[in-house]
């Protein structure tokens, strides 16, 4: 079996080490180094190929992307529709976000930034301390990622909001949907964070009409993709004194450009893109029994559906 690696995250060594030892005897490549015939690549694992190459391999069998976003692999004019795509699921991916989400909610929810303020200026004060059942904190995306993190809000009993597509029902998280769920989450919010798919309608939702529903002085995080922020709209509503804080892991173009205004703003903390990472180790178990799936005849987990686009 031959499997053919395009990545653009250098641990190309690793990925063949880990699934080597879960799929003996397999072929692995690393893009852009094919020393089979293009049409002898079983399977691709990818993230963020360049536009056009899948289609060179006419009889993949699935593609597997490395990431829990499918947006890199999907953009692609190109990539062939009839190939399933399967988007990662796993354990170590989902409790990074998870405890990313948690860890900035926290900070928010404990006024840290405004504490080490006070502190670099040799200050001495405290903050009345908000009821945390009291505090609702919005996640936007319902899936994998989101709702694990809505769950864990939820345990530390923040009044957890949660709105996707669809209708969910989450223990603990009050879930809505649709256009009005979008209205009232976002009205009644203190933080929002955001980890929906990166799909036509969902680009951009971070806006100007989202940031003035939005409670005064709430904080949005931001860790799905850059593509779902309005940059201009969102430092509008931070000078403008309506938005107390941003947290931004994800971002248009990765690195921004050194001239960004959000580098040095001082009510934007950014990361980069490291909320979660994919774990090679706990990841290659996935990939592995995915593919294991795929040579049994059956469908690959996690399928993605392209007419939504997620
Ligand atoms: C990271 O951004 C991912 O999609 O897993």
């Known amino acids: 079996m031959n499997i053919l690696f395009m990545s653009t995250v250098d641990k190309a060594d690793l ?6 030892a879960e799929l003996p005897g397999i072929n692995i490549y690393v893009y852009p180094d094919c020393p089979v015939a293009r049409e002898d690549i079983d399977y691709v694992i990818a993230w963020k190929p360049p536009a056009g190459e899948i289609a060179k391999y006419p009889n993949i069998k699935a593609i597997l992307s490395l990431g829990a976003g499918i947006d890199g692999i999907t953009c692609d004019p190109d990539l062939p529709r009839n190939v399933p795509i399967s988007r990662l699921v796993d354990r170590c991916l989902t409790q990074g976000m998870t405890e990313y989400v948690v860890y900035w ?58 709105w996707s597509r669809s209708a969910k029902s989450i223990n603990g998280v009050t879930c809505l949907h649709g256009a009005d769920g979008y209205d009232e989450i976002v009205s009644k919010c203190r933080m929002l964070v955001c980890l929906l798919p990166l799909t036509e309608d969902t680009r951009g939702i971070l806006n100007a009409d989202t940031f003035a529903g939005m409670p ?52 934007v903390t950014m990361t980069p893109h490291m909320a979660s990472l994919t774990v090679p180790q706990s990841a290659a178990r996935y990939m ?13 987990l996690n399928l993605i559906d392209l007419s939504k686009g997620y």
Not at 15 to 20: G, I, P
Not at 138 to 155: F, Y
Not at 289 to 299: F, H, L, P, Q
């Open 288 to 300: 592995a029994d995915n593919i294991r799936r795929v040579e049994r005849g059956e469908a690959p």
């Open 15 to 20: 990925w063949k080490q880990c699934l080597t």
């Open 216 to 267: 005064k002085d709430s904080v949005i995080i931001n860790c799905a993709r850059g593509g779902h922020l309005v940059d201009q709209d969102l430092l509008a509503a931070l000078d403008s004194g309506h938005l107390a804080g941003a947290v931004l892991d994800v971002f248009h173009s990765e690195p921004p450009d050194p001239s960004h205004p959000f580098w040095a703003h001082p009510k």
């Open 105 to 162: 909610v926290l900070h928010h929810h404990r006024r840290m930034d405004d504490y080490a303020r006070m502190i670099a200026a040799r200050e001495w004060d405290n903050y009345i301390q908000a009821d945390t059942e009291q505090t609702p904190v919005g996640v936007l995306g319902l899936g994998e990622l989101g709702g694990d993190a809505a769950k864990a809000l939820s345990a530390l009993n923040f009044d957890v909001l949660g």
